[in-house]
């Protein structure tokens, strides 16, 4: 069975910091991508930041500069460091992991973390 557990999500305010964690057990092979998506009220869920396991970090234009993706493959843990946090980046965030796990479409998700940034 595989889980997805987050944490680290909690109320800031505009510019402080948070760091997102994310704790993957249950597969069986090592991860090829696993990174974080976001959801804010009434909008669709969006890509936030994705790594490979060859070493590769994308980002989304808005948090490009902002927020670093990191991963430690031996306790199969992505973390999720966010810097200068905007209003704008107020939602749910849920770890995400694609791999051939025996799904259909390879893609997991955990509950999500609420991620509150006032102003």
């Known amino acids: 069975q595989v889980q997805l557990v987050e944490s680290g999500g909690g109320l800031v305010q505009t510019g402080g910091s948070l760091r997102l964690t994310c704790e993957v057990s249950g597969g069986t092979t090592s991860i090829p991508a696993m990174g974080w998506y976001r959801q804010a009220p009434g909008q669709e869920r969006e890509q936030v930041a994705v790594?490979?396991?060859?070493?590769?970090?994308l980002y989304a234009r808005s948090v490009k500069g902002r927020f670093t993706i990191s991963r430690d493959n031996a306790k199969n843990t992505v973390y999720l460091q966010m810097n200068n946090l905007k209003p704008e980046d107020t939602g749910v965030y849920y770890c995400?992991?694609?791999?051939?796990?025996?799904?259909?479409?390879?893609?997991?998700w955990g509950q999500g973390t609420q991620v509150t940034v006032s102003s």
């Open positions: 995400y992991v694609n791999a051939d796990w025996g799904d259909s479409d390879n893609n997991y």
């Open positions: 790594s490979t396991i060859t070493g590769k970090n």
